[in-house]
């Protein structure tokens, strides 16, 4: 059988081939990173596609999918598996690329295999971050908008970007299924794809094999049996350790996402937590250097590294700039991760505490993002017609009862700009807002699309009505279609 296929494929003398490879300075469980990663790619890979037969990306059916998948133990364990494979993914990509570094395996003539590696680490990151939100639930909705709400502060296209992102001026359904797209479809068939290239690369480069200062040529190993007995056991270690989190420390499922909450407190993943202190850090005018100028400048030295390095060899001591500089980053990062995670738990400490998981795993489902505001007893016509525009396109932004999103979104309920000038008003929604905007004593980065290319004229003087005359205390007079049509004109 062996022969017959190997006539027509030529499959058996490629796997000869390549179990056959040299290994410089023999085999090693230093080696093991790079096969381990592949490892825990394969196994995301296979749960996720398990898991997508169960999950439903929609604002009113996502986090009732998660939670029936938490309701069934099998189902609940395969999540739990893809969800500690994905932090046990970034955390050997970052080891892999730190041996990388340590040895100096970057060097000629291995740096595109080096730039290979380095969009690999970008691309596992986008999967983890685009995972995040599509549980649905209160971390995973304010967690991300946190971060969708970072791309605002790029100057010229930050809202395009943001937009692009979140698919529309609003969280709801069809951010779901950009992210939904990008974690299942896009952002794995370019890990492939990146997998591929770096392992024709490593093919056609050999093995770096030790990072030495030695004349004398090194032994060698092979790959097979004994490099190949090693990566085996590697991966099984890392299997044995993902089954271990997932049984004993399951993910935690929080309440259906509620825009309307002002207290809930988001808690990143821990590999973002790091520039969430930067964030925290660096904010008010400056946040662009936090969120951009820093972050960009690391990613950029990354790439550049190659040619950074100008060494003649690859032994430790002659590259000491680098591992010095390697030190000091790694301790800023660290130091980063520590100090953004205890504020974050002094905020939680100081926030009303969270149900417990019985509890949202017995809730009956509902839809929180769909919530409106309870109509006044004394509420127009024309302004019940603006409520249903305000709960379709404005709510998830300002909340359902006009409270506003902390530090993002002002509050539109108890709003003096609101019941001012109804000009100012119908300007707003026609045309947007950017920059900064104060309210109350209380600053709001969040910027306002505008939504003159999509409601009509009728629409906005409901809307604007609503919001004068509907939200909190407000009392002020309607807005007439004449008005919105000057305006516009």
Known sequence: ML???????????????FLTEDIPGGASYWYVFGSATIFAMILQIATGIFL???????????????????????????????????????ALVFLHLLQVVIWGAYKSPREIQWI??????????????????????????????????????APVIGQFIQQFVQDGTTMGTLTINRFF????????????????????????NGPAGPAVDDPRPLKKGRFWPDQMFMDAVASLIVFA????????????????????????????????????????LISGKFEIVGSLVIPGIATLILFLLPWIDRSTTRALGSRKPILWTLAVSLAIIWGLSIWSQIGIMQKQAAAPPSAPEAQVLA????????????????????????????????????????????????????????????????????????GLTTVNGQSYKGQMPPWKATLSNKQIADVATFIRTGLGANKASAVTLPEVAALKK
């Open 3 to 17: 022969n017959w296929i190997e006539r027509r494929t030529g499959f058996v003398s490629m796997t000869k081939d």
């Open 52 to 90: 997508t037969f169960y999950y439903a990306p929609s604002a009113n059916t996502a986090w009732e999918s998660t939670r029936s998948i938490y309701l069934n133990p099998f189902q609940h364990l395969v999540l739990s598996i893809h969800y500690w494979g994905a932090s046990a993914m970034i």
């Open 116 to 153: 290979v590696g380095v969009f690999l680490l970008l691309v596992t990151l986008v999967l983890g971050l685009t995972g995040y939100l599509l549980p649905w639930d209160m971390d995973a909705y304010f967690a991300s908008q946190v971060s969708i709400n970072l791309t605002l502060t």
């Open 363 to 434: 809730a009956a489902s509902t839809t929180a993002s769909a919530a409106t505001a309870p109509a006044p007893a004394a509420l127009s016509p024309q302004a019940k017609a603006g409520q249903a525009v305000f709960a379709q396109d404005c709510s998830s932004c300002h909340g359902p009862q006009g409270q506003g999103t902390p530090g993002v979104f002002p509050p539109l309920a108890n709003n003096p700009f609101v019941t001012g000038n109804p000009q100012a008003v119908i300007s707003v929604l026609l045309d947007g807002k950017q």
């Open 181 to 204: 797209g990008l974690h299942v479809w896009l952002m794995p068939a370019v890990l492939v794809m990146l997998v591929g290239a770096h392992l024709a690369i490593f093919r056609w």
């Open 241 to 280: 350790i993902i089954m271990a989190l997932a049984i004993w420390a399951p993910p935690y499922l929080d309440m259906k996402a509620n825009p309307a909450n002002s207290t809930f407190v988001p808690y990143p993943a821990w590999y973002f937590l790091d520039l969430f202190g930067l964030l925290q």
